[in-house]
């Protein structure tokens, strides 16, 4: 449920620019060549954590802050993403690790339980597993990873240990990342029009359209375009958080201003729940 013009102007936008691939270091990811053997662990526990758990409310943090949280408690303690230490992790510790109250925010009860759970159940698993690697195992199997048809935090682990510069997976085979920042933009450009009934008669139903409609334009912008998922996702990603965000939308700094049909439509908020 595409419009094919709008993908195709798109694609024209998205063709012309030039978009550096993400390599995974930086700002709150584990350094270079330190503790190799651990650092996919890092991002395994801290990719399952890159989801919302439906609509919040002001103060109550996202996954972005949430990951930085992880990667000071990985500079505090390597081994908390042990998968041993993880699925012993106890509730106080989680929330301990996730306690924002010094910045006036908060993680609510339902969203730590489940995130203390996420990250129990993975340590579970791969503790489960007798010489378990990254690199033989298929990711979508795992634990919390393994609930979503569109496996978008699967195809983000992927993407991470593939372009890592250690290449902890030499397969590049991952696919489009589905969030909602990629579900907004795509709405608000036109390329998934949009019906209302998505959004009140069944969300479950609609939300599932919406992300199939959405996989589906990435992968043809990659074929469109050259474009690997990494630099779409980059683009779109990016794009979404910082520009085309649900309030406060900033169109002027937009790269797809002039394609961009939609711009009325900014009370559209999508939630990805559990995805
Ligand atoms: S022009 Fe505005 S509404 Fe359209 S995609 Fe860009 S930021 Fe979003």
Redesign the pocket.
């Known amino acids: 449920m595409l419009e094919k013009s709008k993908l195709d102007r798109l694609a024209e936008v998205v063709d012309e620019l030039t978009i550096t691939e993400r390599d995974f270091t930086g700002d709150d990811m584990p350094e270079v060549g330190q503790d190799i053997e651990k650092i996919p662990y890092f991002f395994a526990f801290t990719a399952l954590q890159m989801c919302g758990t439906g609509r919040k409310v002001d103060g109550e943090v996202g996954c972005s802050r949430i990951w930085s949280r992880f990667y000071e408690k990985w500079c505090e303690d390597r081994h908390f993403f042990d998968p041993g230490t993880a699925a012993g992790t106890s509730y106080a510790e989680m929330e301990k690790v996730l306690d924002f109250s010094d910045r006036g925010l908060w993680v609510s009860d339902k969203d730590l339980y489940w995130r203390w759970q996420l990250h129990r159940g993975l340590g579970r698993h791969i503790s489960t597993i007798p010489d378990f690697s990254f690199a033989n195992m298929r990711i979508a199997f795992l634990e919390g990873f393994n609930y979503d048809p569109f496996e978008k935090k699967a195809n983000l682990l992927r993407m991470i240990l593939a372009c890592r510069p250690e290449r902890f997976v030499d397969n590049h085979q991952y696919g489009p990342v589905v969030d909602y920042h990629v579900m907004?933009?795509l709405i608000?450009?036109g390329v998934i029009p949009f019906q209302e009934a998505m959004q009140s008669k069944n969300m479950a139903m609609g939300e599932r359209m919406l992300r199939e409609s959405a996989f589906s334009a990435i992968v043809n912008l990659k074929m469109k375009t050259g474009k690997s998922y990494n630099q779409l996702d980059t683009l779109f990603w990016s794009?979404g958080r910082q520009?085309?965000?649900p309030f406060k939308?900033?169109?002027r700094?937009?790269?797809?201003?002039q394609v961009?049909s939609?711009?009325s439509?900014?009370e559209i908020r999508i939630d990805t729940m559990n995805y």
Do not use: G, Q, V
């Open positions: 907004r933009l608000r450009t794009t520009i085309c965000r939308i900033r169109c700094h937009c790269p797809f201003e961009c939609n711009k439509a900014i």
